[in-house]
């Protein structure tokens, strides 16, 4: 084998270091600036990633605080529409139990008024009854005929001492 041949290992090592050299500097001068470079632009690109990505979240938390704020001011708007729809139809039904109370108590002035007016033909009848049974039982128990106008003033008399 002439790589165990030691009278051309000389030569072979020359050879060895100087293409270790040159592979040393092409990778030292070419390749692994290159690498670094990418790897730099890799970081670049994430960091520029990440701190897109924090902004847009401060964007999302500011826009999710504005939206809960607006909800808030939604629902207390609704809150404050349905108590005046509440207040108004409260005093809608106020206004009519004031109508209908109204309306029940004009009932019941009238109905006192007929009630009296009945009482009061009821009470001129029992007179007038009472005058013609008052006449009929003196003329019948005494045979004598009395005056229309002396049984009137008796009865009358007796009606306002009841």
Same mark, same amino acid.
């Given at each position: 084998?002439?790589?165990?041949?030691?009278?051309?290992?000389?030569?072979?090592? +020359?050879?060895?270091?100087?293409?270790?050299?040159?592979?040393?500097?092409?990778?030292? @001068?070419?390749?692994?600036?290159?690498?670094?470079? +990418?790897?730099?632009?890799?970081?670049?690109?994430?960091?520029?990633?990440?701190?897109?990505?924090?902004?847009?979240?401060?964007?999302?938390?500011?826009? !999710?605080?504005?939206?809960e704020?607006?909800l808030?001011?939604?629902?207390?708007?609704?809150?404050?529409e349905?108590? =005046? =729809?509440?207040?108004?139809?409260?005093?809608?039904?106020? @206004?009519?139990?004031? #109508?209908?109370?109204? @309306?029940?108590?004009?009932?019941?002035?009238?109905? #006192?008024?007929?009630?009296?007016?009945?009482?009061?033909?009821?009470?001129?009848?029992?007179? #007038?009854?009472?005058?013609?049974?008052?006449? !009929?039982? =003196?003329?019948?128990?005494?045979?004598?005929s009395?005056?229309?106008?002396? +049984?009137?003033?008796? =009865?009358?008399?007796?009606?306002?001492?009841?």
């Open positions: 084998m002439p790589q165990l041949d030691v009278t051309t290992f000389a030569p072979q090592i +020359v050879w060895l270091v100087i293409t270790f050299l040159a592979m040393y500097f092409i990778m030292a @001068k070419v390749a692994l600036p290159r690498i670094a470079e +990418v790897l730099d632009e890799r970081q670049t690109r994430i960091d520029d990633n990440l701190a897109k990505a924090a902004a847009l979240k401060v964007e999302a938390e500011q826009a !999710a605080a504005a939206y704020q607006s808030a001011e939604a629902r207390s708007k609704a809150q404050d349905v108590k =005046v =729809v509440i207040d108004q139809a409260n005093a809608a039904q106020a @206004k009519a139990q004031e #109508e209908l109370a109204a @309306k029940l108590d004009k009932k019941l002035s009238e109905a #006192e008024a007929r009630i009296a007016d009945a009482k009061n033909k009821a009470l001129a009848n029992i007179t #007038e009854v009472s005058a013609d049974v008052a006449k !009929a039982t =003196v003329e019948k128990l005494s045979g004598v009395v005056d229309d106008a002396a +049984v009137n003033a008796a =009865v009358a008399k007796a009606m306002e001492q009841n």
